[in-house]
């Protein structure tokens, strides 16, 4: 690991060595990574891939960190920080948005607005980056980036650059070929259509206007912490077990919106995930049904 920090410094790559996760994650939970890389280009990325392959060592991306949990004892990788050096946002013709990876949905949502496209109002209010939304096939309210997005960049593997469009992507419900591809998003485009921007922005403040109302904002968290199992809602089932309000430690399910998984302060990722479990047995003892994870476990 020593190598890849020093190797990365000298071709002027910004690299920090045991950087808190926590800092870095909308849980405010998790250990130090090793080493967090903050690249700036795509040709930077590929080196740092490279630069890895080469000594070993693991690597992964984190963009938002909004749907990430990380181990108390860290990440013993590279983290590659997709963050706001790598979010440049613009307006390819007259009704495509190129975003890259680490440009956070709010601004992308914010930039069709100012455009008058419409689209991705749904997504106004959704705390990841686009890279991230990308990778999940990120939705809500009936919407999903997948209506709207027809191709990302990324670099593969080997650290080369590359795309994929349309049904190559597999988009289905929180998912694309990214899960299984070990390929790097670095860019995403969606396809708008032109609109008033009144009729836009009603739509933004009113996708926010319920967030605020029935989302425990106020807290740290992943978003919803199951995904939605066929035909029925987790955080429904959750309420209906009368879990609302259940804790361990500083985790807790919110009294707010049972979807929810919480820090109400201090919390460990062992707290989060000693709860989910608690909850995914009492929601199959008591209903039959299976709860699925949303967010992503790293260590």
Avoid: W
């Amino acid at each position: 690991m020593n190598t890849v920090f020093e190797n990365l410094k000298s071709k002027g790559i910004s690299v920090v060595e045991n950087e808190p996760m926590a800092l870095h994650t909308t849980f405010k939970i998790g250990g130090p990574a090793k080493l967090m890389v903050l690249p700036k280009s795509e040709e930077e990325i590929s080196e740092v891939i490279k630069e890895c392959n080469g000594q070993g060592v693991r690597y992964l991306t984190v963009g938002n960190g909004s749907n990430l949990l990380v181990s108390d004892d860290g990440i013993d990788a590279v983290v590659i920080l997709l963050g706001k050096e790598f979010g440049e946002v613009k307006l390819l013709g007259d009704t495509t948005i190129f975003a890259e990876a680490g440009a956070p949905l709010m601004k992308v949502c914010r930039f069709a607005l100012e455009n008058g496209l419409t689209g991705l109002e749904f997504a106004y209010g959704i705390p990841g980056s686009c890279g991230g939304g990308a990778f999940m096939n990120a939705g809500a309210y009936g919407g999903e980036l997948g209506n709207v997005m027809f191709r990302c960049d990324h670099i593969d593997k080997d650290g080369n650059k590359g795309s994929l469009e349309g049904d190559d992507l597999k988009l289905a419900y929180r998912h694309s070929a990214y899960y299984e591809n070990g390929c790097i998003i670095t860019g995403a485009y969606f396809k708008m259509q032109k609109a008033d921007k009144e009729e836009i922005k009603a739509k933004m403040d009113d996708y926010m206007s319920r967030r605020r109302d029935k989302q425990p904002l106020e807290y740290p968290s992943a978003g919803s912490t199951f995904k939605r199992p066929k035909d029925n809602f987790a955080g429904t089932l959750i309420e209906q077990c009368g879990l609302k309000g259940t804790s361990v430690g500083g985790a807790e399910v919110s009294t707010k919106h049972a979807g929810f998984v919480i820090n109400k302060g201090g919390a460990t990722c062992k707290d989060v995930l000693d709860l989910c479990k608690k909850v995914a047995d009492t929601v199959k003892a008591e209903k039959g049904i299976d709860l699925e994870m949303e967010v992503r476990v790293t260590e």
